[in-house]
């Protein structure tokens, strides 16, 4: 199976190389984060070191995976060099920072074990360090689904032609259509659409486009798409919902007093 007929693999792929570039938004300061891993006053400057080097080989793994089906490599070693990559966004990134607080004999906390994943918007090193856990998080879930897509096969040759079956006793007839004939909807790549800008009505989309599917009403053939829909959608969901718990908790207290003020 060529992977990139396999959506959510294109999806993880797209969506590594985004997070693997947020790491990179640091490197514009290379040189200050040299300085400061030579520097006598950096307790743990072997944490620093490899952090630029994270910073530079997740870049090159994601852009390698997205290349690699043009010089013929397997579709499984495209999909490992994607997990690599987000291996190092999600897993050795926040663990270097981790370790680098363990060394500069920091309290760790639930606060500091969130700021290894999520450090802020304070500056271009924190902002790309937190947009590269989102994206690297949304690529995870299509890598997962990447690897539940199986490869389709055309059997049948020539024009397919429906058969009659008899229904019950008083003989009525109705087509049984094969999938090759079926009519191909656009559902489910407007799902996939949706699902980064109105995510409430890709889940509903993609619900029916999966019920209509299973009813034979459409094809399926692009039933990776809609369900690649559903999960952007509902993540993009959850998100909003706490981005708006977290928004109303930061700005309540301000909203009550600027209302008892009038």
Not at 23 to 31: E, K, Q, R, T, V
Request: proline share 6%.
């Amino acid at each position: 199976m060529r992977i990139y007929k396999n959506v959510p693999a294109v999806i993880a792929i797209v969506l590594s190389i985004v997070a693997s570039l947020g790491l990179g938004m640091y490197l514009p300061i290379l040189d200050q984060l040299l300085a400061w891993a030579n520097s006598s006053d950096n307790p743990f400057g072997l944490a620093t070191v490899l952090l630029i080097v994270c910073s530079i080989a997740a870049p090159l793994l994601a852009i390698f995976a997205a290349v690699s089906p043009a010089i013929k490599v397997k579709p499984i070693y495209t999909l490992l060099l994607v997990g690599a990559s987000l291996a190092i966004v999600l897993v050795l990134d926040p663990l270097m920072n981790l370790l680098w607080n363990i060394q500069a004999q920091q309290p760790i906390g639930l606060l500091t074990l969130t700021q290894s994943f999520f450090p802020g918007f304070g500056d271009l090193y924190l902002t790309g360090r937190s947009l590269a856990t989102f994206f690297g998080v949304l690529a995870a879930i299509a890598l997962a689904m990447a690897f539940t897509v199986k490869p389709q096969t055309v059997t049948s040759t020539g024009s397919p032609s429906p058969t009659l079956i008899l229904q019950g006793t008083a003989g009525a007839v109705s087509p049984n259509l094969s999938p090759s004939s079926q009519v191909v909807s656009s559902l489910p790549t407007l799902t996939l659409v949706l699902a980064f800008f109105s995510p409430v009505i890709a889940i509903v989309l993609g619900h029916v486009a999966l019920n209509r599917m299973r009813r034979g009403l459409i094809s399926s053939s692009n039933i990776s798409t809609a369900k690649a829909g559903l999960v952007v959608g509902y993540v993009f969901t959850g998100l909003g919902l706490i981005a708006t718990i977290f928004l109303a908790t930061l700005f309540g207290p301000l909203l009550e007093y600027w209302f008892r003020s009038l």
